[in-house]
């Protein structure tokens, strides 16, 4: 059998006297005479990327032409080794080696997959795309897919990691209605990776912002499935930070209004939703403007003026709640929203500042907002 000669192969590499050229011809061989054998390939496909490394190294970290052939062919071999019957990929146990008998298991393909498709993103990042990362026609869920999209959307960091995006959307879309969660893994990653983008203020045109924030609330869900349950893939705060970054940039998720009127605020249908809190926070920047902020020139009186107009309009708010029979609710949703403003979550569009309270007012505020405990 010609699978622990090419056992051998690799254990023998950078071993005193071995000759890389040989190694090489000699795994070749192996492949000619078993092009379909899975676990032949999985090696032949770990050697070219042994291979990769050292050209690789030898040119001070630039990677020539002949550099990229190895790797191109170690993506190919490894791809040969999934895509084959799964008869094949099944572990091999006591295959004679130099000295003892070797256990494989598809963590050696899994692992020279992995360190194959990073190569491939680097490559991509300095203006070299494999077909593979930018596909031109839909992509099945299968074989290494899952994996794949994994290794790729974890490197999307900065603006331009975007290069690296179409493999993952295409991922995610043809994964979007697998019935797994686990199949379903490109869909957190590109959610992840829009966020990332985001929160780190790479991407700044308001449009890109809003398809990004409005893609990764449906991926989000899309992962999470009818079940709704996080995972460590997407976690729960995970889901606090996008909650998070949609508010701070105003993005209007789902059907109906992204406001709606001072009217429907203190009803049992809108009371403490999402509408309802993005509705009042829009409706600061008739109140806390850069008077009231301490950005102009003005005197004091005329700022504490401003900013006791700013603390009478929430107690009016207040009052509106409670004579509606839902004290309860409106504080706590009069709280939301004016910690929502506070952190930055959701920012008034037509507001003429964006410095935040003073610690003391926001405080003073939500206690303001905040029942006080029945006598004992």
Known sequence: MLLPRAVVVLQTVGQPGASPAEQIAQMDSYAQSCPDHAWINALGGELDVMVFKTIRANNGGVINQEAVSFLTRAFQRSTVFQEGPEEGRKPRYHVLGINNATHIDYSLASNSRRAIIDSLAQLALVGTVHPYLKPELPVDCKGWLTSDAQTVGYKVSVAADKVLLPFVEAAADACRNAPGQMDRLPLAVLALAYMKLVDKAQITDASEIERMLIAARRNADDFKGSSGHHSLLFSESDEQRLKALIRKHGVHIGEGPATI??????????????????????????????????????SSEDV????????????????????AGLKDETEAMLRDAVTTFQKGEIRPPMAATNTPMMPWLYDMIIRLLTPVPDAQ
């Open 261 to 298: 009127d001072r009217s429907l605020w203190f009803t049992r249908d809108y009371i403490g939703s999402e509408v309802a809190i993005r509705s009042i926070v829009h409706s600061f920047s008739e109140y806390w403007t850069p008077l009231a902020a301490g950005e102009t020139d003005a």
């Open 304 to 323: 504490a003026r401003a900013r006791n107009q700013m603390t009478s309009y929430l107690l009016q708010l207040k009052r509106e709640g409670t004579e």
